[in-house]
């Protein structure tokens, strides 16, 4: 499996405090069946900032690290990129890092309660650049909880959205356990990731969101999620978002149907498609 998100580079924001917790989280994520984890310390959120060239270096020592204690982890630098006006400026001089350092497509993330305004507006600016926004954890978005339609509206631009394992579990709450599950369902989401913080509890593991989510939907679709999709985003391909939706039982593909409404300019809700 491959692992988008996770804040394992030590001293560097919220995540592993040392590198000793690094190392540990490092093992647990192989233990799990990780191959790649992109390491995605937070940049612009107003706490804290990693331009690019600091997270190139610390990714590089800790790659390093890996290897003098055995660990079979390839890790490449990576962003989680807060959704700010100021990000497509940040990512065209080069100081705000894409996802594995491919210059295809950035980890963007959104504010805990709300979704901000201008937010669609950054996103196309950000889609104009060539480059794809993942939007991380939606379904731990207040806004975005309470309907999907704007998410949809994203998905339908070019984005693409991450779910985290452990929304999908029910570790966040059945509140966010359920709004994952109807963004998974609805084919809105195209990569789970850990969003690892720690070697307790928010740890770098994929395998039991994995298999919730192919209860909820197929094999075939948690495969998509953890292992095609995100691969091919750290190797810098692009990816279609379609297969994912394509690979849903025939109960939850009625999303098709509403984006060709709204192509049409209907405006129809989502929300109605989805109980049709």
């Known amino acids: 499996m491959v692992d988008l998100h996770g804040h394992l580079l030590p001293g560097i924001d919220d995540g592993a405090k040392d590198l000793a917790q690094a190392l540990n989280m490092a093992r647990q994520a192989v233990a799990d069946g990780i191959v790649i984890s992109v390491l995605t310390p937070h940049h612009l959120n107003g706490v804290y900032r990693n331009p690019a060239r600091h997270v190139r270096e610390q990714c ?8 003098s204690h055995g660990i079979a982890l390839d890790v490449r ?3 989680e990129c807060h959704l700010v006006p100021e990000l497509p400026a940040a990512l065209a001089e080069g100081s705000a ?12 993330e959104l504010p805990v ?43 339908e631009m070019g984005c693409l959205a991450q779910v985290t394992a452990q929304s999908c579990t029910g570790q966040f709450g059945p509140q966010i356990q359920d709004a994952a599950r109807r963004m998974v369902c609805a084919g809105l989401v195209q990569v789970m990731a850990s ?10 593991q994929l395998s039991r969101g994995r298999d919730v989510v192919a209860q909820w939907t197929s094999p075939d679709v ?7 999709i995100p691969r091919g985003l750290a190797d810098g391909q692009d990816v279609d978002a379609d297969q994912v939706r394509g690979a849903l039982p025939a109960r939850g593909r009625g999303f098709a149907g509403w984006l060709r409404r709204l192509r049409a300019g209907s405006g129809a809700a989502l929300e109605d498609s989805q109980r049709s």
């Open 195 to 204: 969003d690892a913080h720690r070697d307790r509890r928010r740890i770098p």
């Open 97 to 108: 890092l894409t996802i594995a350092d491919r210059k295809r497509a950035v980890l963007v």
């Open 77 to 79: 630098p990576g962003s």
């Open 113 to 155: 309660h709300s979704v901000p305004l201008g937010a669609t507006s950054i996103l196309e600016d950000i889609l104009a650049m060539g480059l794809r926004p993942l939007i991380a954890h939606p379904e731990r978005n207040g806004e975005l909880i309470a309907t999907t339609e704007k998410l949809a509206e994203w998905i």
């Open 60 to 67: 590089a020592n800790f790659c390093s690290e890996l290897r």
């Open 222 to 228: 948690a495969r998509l999620l953890t292992e095609d």
